[in-house]
């Protein structure tokens, strides 16, 4: 066990809709990183916060947002989905957020587009 | 940008083979660099990290990685494979400019089946 939880494990939903993913990082650690992860992209980073704010973004659609809340549990919103949305959603955390820190993930939340 | 290659989507061997996975990375400054193991149903876990010192860095559970810097290279071995090491490994990398960024850039990944 990580430490790190992420709700739901699954989540089936149609397109258009709109789904938030949550994810508690380990006791302590004040940094939350999101990752999607699919069959041809691979595990891509989507956005970085630290202690409430947001540090870095990647390959994050306008579509997705995310915060992290000050009891440091964050969340990701993903809006008008569409098919290819569907994937692996992995959220991970470090205590500091550090360029040579360990990062800790959670079982991820498999989102299914239908 | 920033890219993370592995070079084999998936290896089979037998037990008590050695095992090599290549991985090369792009970015030409200063990084740390990493392999995360995902055993089946479980959550990605690190095997081992190298960010400064000694390029030959000794993980968990018998592998170790080299770093060549004039090949932008990370690749990890291990020189006897057992079935439990049947997994899903990646390489990522994350820019060392100090800071809190530390979000990694994976590769694709490398499955890995060991026939017991």
């Known amino acids: 066990d990580s430490g790190v939880t992420q709700t739901p494990k699954h989540l089936i939903t149609a397109t258009g809709q709109r789904v938030t993913l949550r994810c508690s990082p380990r006791s302590g650690d004040l940094s939350v990183y999101w990752y999607q992860q699919s069959l041809d992209q691979g595990l891509q980073f989507l956005i970085h916060?630290?202690?409430?704010?947001?540090?870095a973004k990647g390959n994050i659609l306008e579509r997705f947002s995310a915060q992290q809340f000050p009891d440091l549990h964050s969340e990701l919103n993903l809006s008008s989905l569409e098919l290819g949305d569907s994937a692996l959603y992995f959220c991970?955390?470090?205590?500091?957020?550090?360029?040579?820190?360990?990062?800790?993930f959670g079982s991820g939340t498999q989102l299914s587009v239908l | 940008a920033q890219s993370v290659s592995q070079h084999n989507h998936h290896v089979i061997l037998s037990e008590a083979a050695s095992l090599e996975l290549g991985c090369n990375y792009s970015?030409?400054?200063?990084?740390?660099l990493f392999w995360y193991v995902q055993y089946p149903g479980q959550h990605l876990q690190l095997l081992l990290k190298?960010?400064?010192?000694?390029?030959l860095v000794k993980g968990i559970k018998g592998f170790e990685a080299e770093f060549i810097k004039s090949k932008f290279s990370f690749n990890l071995r291990k020189p006897s494979v057992q079935w439990s090491d049947t997994a899903e490994y990646f390489c990522a990398v994350s820019k060392n400019y100090g800071g809190s960024q530390g979000n990694l850039i994976f590769g694709k990944g490398t499955k890995l089946s060991v026939k017991p």
């Open positions: 190298y960010f400064s010192g000694d390029p």
């Open positions: 991970a955390s470090s205590v500091a957020g550090q360029t040579n820190e360990k990062l800790f």
């Open positions: 970015y030409g400054g200063t990084v740390n």
């Open positions: 916060y630290y202690n409430g704010e947001e540090r």
